[in-house]
Structure formats: C-alpha cells, structure tokens
C-alpha cells in the first residue's frame, strides 16, 4: 500500500494532533497520540475521537482503502481486509463488553 502520510518533517508544520495505532510485533493493538500543547490542539484531538465514535470516521476510512485499493488492483485484499473485520465481529462475544457506571465513566480515562 501506499504511504499517504506527510513526511516527518512536513508533519511537525502540518499536524496539530495526531493518534498512531498499530500492531506489535507480537501481535497487539498499541497506539500512541500527540497534539499541540494549545486549545487548536486539545480540540483537534478531541475531534478525532469524537469522529471515530460519532461521526463513522472507521467506514470513511475503509471508503479510502477502497478506493485505493482500486486504484492499485488490490480489491482481492481490501476484501480479505474485510472478511477478517467480519470474522472478528462474529467471533466477539458479549464477555468482551464492558460495563461501566455512568458515575465512573471519568474514572475509565484516568
């Protein structure tokens, strides 16, 4: 695939807040974020989340590798990208859902 991100030093001008999630090595989610120590930055990354729960920032997303995986013939791997998200769905069990009192739910970020 190809790399659309900024290079790093274009990135350090451009970005008022970024979230960088990947897989290890070992196979595990990690993530890791940084934004402008301002009130742009702070709304910035706040945005971000607000669209990932809100605002279906993971369909645009997928939208995007779509069409880019049109663009390089690759469609047979965006659909193996999907199959295995669907996998995943139907293997999901409702012991991963957690509950959370409403009077804890700041206590979860902390």
């Not at 663009?71 to 959370?100: G, M, P, Y």
Request: hydrophobic share 40%; with cysteine; glycine share 4%.
């Amino acid at each position: 695939m190809k790399n659309y991100l900024p290079s790093e030093s274009d990135q350090d001008s451009l970005t008022r807040a970024q979230l960088l999630i990947y897989v290890d090595q070992d196979g595990k989610i990690a993530f890791g974020s940084d934004w402008e120590d301002t009130e742009l930055g702070i709304d910035a990354i706040a945005s971000m989340f607000f669209s990932l729960k809100h605002e279906d920032l993971i369909e645009k997303i997928l939208t995007v590798l779509y069409k880019q995986c049109v663009v390089e013939d690759r469609v047979d791997v965006f659909n193996q990208i999907l199959n295995s998200i669907h996998s995943k769905i139907l293997n999901n069990t409702d012991k991963n859902i957690t509950v959370v009192r409403p009077t804890a739910q700041g206590e979860k970020y902390v």
